[in-house]
T-cell receptor, first 113, second 112 residues
Framework: DVKVTQSSRYLVKRTGEKVFLECVQDMDHENMFWYRQDPGLGLRLIYF???????EKGDIPEGYSVSREKKERFSLILESASTNQTSMYLC????????????FGDGTRLSIL | GENVEQHPSTLSVQEGDSAVIKCTYSDSASNYFPWYKQELGKGPQLIIDIRSNVGEKKDQRIAVTLNKTAKHFSLHITETQPEDSAVYFCAARTGANSKLTFGKGITLSVRP
């Protein structure tokens, strides 16, 4: 089975802090994704990566950056955390072949105080 | 870009009844449509998917139908059970890189 592991289930940080969310997948997938999930808004794509050191902006990239130095690991970075970034963050991965499903981690619930 | 809409936002059914969840999409070039189930405290899990060259797909109690002309696809759950209670997301794939556009989700409640 595909396993996508997010390093923290819950995280509490303060405004202005630099925050790192880590995601690791064990299936040698080329594609990795970061979403945020908010009530009534569904899943919104922040950034995705289709190869090591490659990244593309999703629908809501403002205030975020990402890093993909190794194929299995994809990091989401909040450069200067703000209260409106309090949310559930979900990481996903998929194989590069067309029409392959995304596999999700269990999420990190991030609170910015 | 692609727009995926999912209605209604909540659905309540009696145990044993069928549930149907419908999604519409806007981009006629979309060619892959997965459905995800999210239980409390967990990430979304793929339950079934369909490609644009197929009209229907079934897996035990769940099925998905696709109408490309009308640009909508539906999830059908028969003989619902309390453990089917969850949030269900539909999605559509546009372009390369397996990028998906998700609907806002529907909360299904199955009353025992």
């Amino acid at each position: 089975d595909v396993k996508v592991t997010q390093s923290s289930r819950y995280l509490v940080k303060r405004t202005g802090e630099k925050v790192f969310l880590e995601c690791v997948q064990d299936m040698d997938h080329e594609n990795m994704f970061w979403y945020r999930q908010d009530p009534g808004l569904g899943l919104r794509l922040i950034y995705f990566s289709y190869d090591v050191k490659m990244k593309e902006k999703g629908d809501i990239p403002e205030g975020y950056s990402v890093s993909r130095e190794k194929k299995e690991r994809f990091s989401l970075i909040l450069e200067s955390a703000s209260t409106n970034q309090t949310s559930m963050y979900l990481c996903a991965s998929s194989a590069d072949r067309g029409g392959q499903p995304q596999h999700f981690g269990d999420g990190t619930r991030l609170s910015i105080l | 870009g692609e727009n995926v809409e999912q209605h209604p936002s909540t659905l309540s059914v009696q145990e044993g009844d069928s549930a149907v969840i419908k999604c519409t999409y806007s981009d006629s070039a979309s060619n892959y449509f997965p459905w995800y189930k999210q239980e409390l405290g967990k990430g979304p899990q793929l339950i079934i998917d369909i490609r644009s060259n197929v009209g229907e797909k079934k897996d035990q109690r769940i099925a998905v139908t696709l109408n490309k002309t009308a640009k909508h696809f539906s999830l059908h759950i028969t003989e619902t059970q309390p453990e089917d209670s969850a949030v269900y997301f539909c999605a559509a794939r546009t372009g390369a890189n397996s990028k998906l556009t998700f609907g806002k989700g529907i909360t299904l409640s199955v009353r025992p």
